[in-house]
């Protein structure tokens, strides 16, 4: 089955810094990925998500891109403020498959220090 | 607030014991997905029911078991219940079954097993 890595656990920058986020999939069948942001106390919601015809999605200061070659995939998340911090989770499945079986990665806990 | 309505939000009960979550989906949602979140494992995928069907399963003890009724309500039962058990229970809910994209979670039921 579907095995997601997600790196790094924790991530920690000045407010108006870059913060990037790493995923690996094993599957490559695999053709949806979307990033969920978890605050603390709350619900996980969708930020963005990307398919595997395109290789890169903006979307203001978050973009996703992916290498289907490698089987990778990344959250930029540029002049990060400090409602940004929270757990942000990767996760991969096929979309248009029999399921929506969405695998998830461990999670990032990104602070971002005013 | 995700149209996704879980109860109890808050949930103790003792080793051995048997408890039922319950979760309502978006309204025109027909799938509904369980997530046990504890604070090293990330959200695992635990079961997934399409229109009061089971479509794929994750990593679900034999100690806990699902369902999907005709109201399109699902239930997530737990029995002879260990302390490994204390996590955040999420539910979800999408339109298809298929990956067609963004699931809405509940905001969680937690179970604290003593």
């Known amino acids: 089955g579907e095995n997601v890595e997600q790196h790094p656990s924790t991530l920690s920058v000045q407010e108006g810094d870059s913060a990037v986020i790493k995923c690996t999939y094993s599957?490559?069948?695999?053709?949806?990925f979307p990033w969920y942001k978890q605050e603390l106390g709350k619900r996980p919601q969708l930020i963005i998500d990307?398919?595997?015809?395109?290789g890169e999605k903006k979307d203001q200061r978050i973009a996703v891109t992916l290498n289907k070659t490698a089987k990778h995939f990344s959250l930029h998340i540029t002049e990060t403020q400090p409602e940004d911090s929270a757990v942000y989770f990767c996760?991969?499945?096929?979309?248009?498959?029999?399921?929506?079986?969405?695998?998830f990665g461990t999670g990032t806990l990104l602070a971002v220090q005013p | 607030d995700s149209g996704v309505t879980q109860t109890p939000k808050h949930l103790i009960t003792a080793t051995g014991q048997r408890v039922t979550l319950r979760c309502s989906p978006r309204?025109?949602?027909?799938?509904v997905y369980w997530y046990q979140q504890s604070l090293d494992q990330g959200l695992q995928f635990l079961i997934q029911?399409?229109?009061?069907?089971?479509?794929a399963k994750g990593n679900i003890l034999e100690r806990f078991s699902a369902q999907q009724f005709p109201d399109l309500h699902s239930e997530l039962n737990l029995s002879s219940l260990e302390l490994g058990d204390s996590a955040l229970y999420f539910c979800?809910?999408?339109?298809?079954?298929?990956?067609?994209?963004?699931?809405?979670f509940g905001e969680g039921s937690r179970l604290t097993v003593l």
């Open positions: 979800a809910s999408s339109k298809g079954q298929a990956g067609t994209g963004e699931l809405f």
């Open positions: 599957d490559s069948a695999s053709n949806y």
């Open positions: 990307i398919r595997s015809n395109v």
């Open positions: 996760a991969a499945s096929r979309y248009g498959g029999a399921t929506n079986k969405l695998i």
């Open positions: 309204s025109g949602d027909l799938s």
């Open positions: 029911y399409y229109n009061g069907e089971e479509r």
